[in-house]
């Protein structure tokens, strides 16, 4: 007779109950009771195997009981894992709803100076993000968003569809580490290309990433570069104490930056390097480089930097924080005049940000954009904005801000805008995006 044998055997049963018997509330009170019963036999065994009451039939009896009830439950366990099972591999569904209102001093054109956005509420868009492990070396992830035509209907948009390999089948790991995303996906350039519309701490895109990296109808709706590819995630070793150092190098379908003024079959090669410091817990620092080319003499070129840095007080981790950033981009586009001829021009932009948490709910911010237009190098726009953010959980997200705009584009030449912003959430836990902190 060895109880540790018995112990062992409930306890791989009650571990097993958790991912198989989800949604199925009465079988896992019946479980608990089961285990609960066994306990109770387990204690009263343990009195009969001490010295001054062993008795051999008495003990053969409770062990008897004891396989009984194992059995029962382990067959009540099989049962509800095949149930279960459909609900298990099930991927992870989240839905996003991010809604916008502006109310606008003057008249405003989208990108495309197509349609009129100004003084009017948006639905922005839904994403909906599906994510599963296919098997013990992938992993898959499909973010498909309905995208709001600046007011002329709606377009399905796979925001980002890619496969994440974490080991290779033949070697059973990752060669030096490294994680490969196939697929489409945000590009790692810079810091703030990678966030959905729903997880930035502002209403709008930063002008230098509507404007350098891609846009159909404006920094007030999704903006940013996806492309095709296939993206390397890897560490480097770090020669400095302390710090981590990160780096993307991707491989992707050419012609798609929004400095690109012309489709192409070429490839594009980008790569984006990020150092780490953490100091107690408190204090985080993180620079970046990124960097964008294609061949070709005329292709668009695009190098960036980005630095963030956030504080977090360890006793008021919850309430307080402070966040601040900037990041920078410098790229080469062609222009082309009324007869065909190409000149080639440089452009610079960037943004700088501050954030301060009042409370655990409320956040409050400002950014400052200052870019020269691509289509006009020598005209620059200037933009700051003030905005509150009220994040009652990560399934509920208000925001109200202003922006005054300033360009030397006669339209708008000046503008100050009213913005407000409310996303839903709802579907498993998502990832918070950096600048909350709970």
Not at 34 to 51: F, G, H, V, W, Y
Not at 146 to 169: H, M
Not at 221 to 235: A, Q, R
């Amino acid at each position: 007779m060895n109880i540790r044998r018995h112990t062992l055997r409930a306890f791989l049963c009650l571990c097993s109950i958790a991912p198989s018997a989800l949604g199925q509330q009465e079988e896992i009170v019946q479980l608990k009771a089961e285990l609960a019963a066994i306990r109770t036999s387990l204690d009263s065994l343990r009195s009969l195997l001490r010295p001054q009451s062993f008795g051999n039939d008495p003990v053969e009896l409770l062990e008897e009981r004891l396989e009984q009830r194992l059995s029962q439950l382990e067959q009540k366990i099989t049962a509800i894992s095949s149930s279960t099972a459909p609900i298990v591999f099930n991927p992870r569904t989240t839905a996003f709803i991010n809604m916008a209102a502006r109310v606008d001093s003057r008249s405003v054109l989208d990108e495309e100076g197509a349609t009129e956005i100004s003084n009017r509420p948006f639905l922005r868009g839904l994403e909906l993000d599906f994510r599963a492990a296919v098997d013990p070396y992938a992993e898959a992830v499909a973010i498909v968003a309905l995208e709001n035509e600046a007011g002329e209907g709606y377009a399905i948009e796979p925001e980002e569809v890619y496969g994440l390999i974490k080991r290779i089948p033949i070697l059973e790991s990752a060669p030096g580490g490294v994680k490969m995303k196939l697929g489409r996906f945000r590009a790692p350039f810079g810091v703030n290309n990678k966030l959905h519309l729903h997880d930035m701490p502002w209403v709008t895109r930063p002008l230098i990433v509507s404007k350098y990296l891609g846009t159909e109808h404006g920094d007030f709706f999704e903006s940013g570069y996806n492309p095709v590819g296939l993206d390397m995630d890897f560490f480097l070793p770090s020669v400095i104490p302390g710090v981590t150092l990160e780096m993307n190098a991707d491989i992707v379908g050419g012609g798609a930056l929004g400095l690109a003024r012309s489709s192409t079959s070429r490839p594009g090669f980008l790569g984006h390097i990020t150092a780490s410091r953490d100091w107690q817990n408190e204090h985080l620092l993180v620079a970046g480089l990124s960097g964008y080319t294609e061949s070709g003499r005329d292709a668009p070129r695009l190098v960036g930097a980005d630095v963030l840095y956030r504080w977090v007080p360890s006793e008021r981790r919850a309430s307080n924080s402070l966040v601040i950033g900037a990041e920078i981009f410098q790229g080469r586009t062609n222009l082309f005049d009324s007869s065909g001829s190409v000149t080639r021009s440089t452009v610079t932009g960037w943004y700088g940000y501050l954030q301060y948490q009042l409370s655990y709910a409320w956040y409050v911010g400002a950014r400052y954009d200052w870019v020269e237009e691509p289509e006009a190098p020598s005209t620059v726009t200037r933009a700051l904005s003030l905005y509150a953010s009220y994040y009652t959980t990560e399934f509920l997200r208000i925001r109200a801000g202003i922006e005054r705009r300033h360009s030397a584009l006669p339209d708008p030449a000046s503008l100050t805008t009213a913005l407000f912003e409310v996303n839903f959430v709802f579907g498993s836990h998502p990832t918070e995006p950096y600048w909350v902190n709970r």
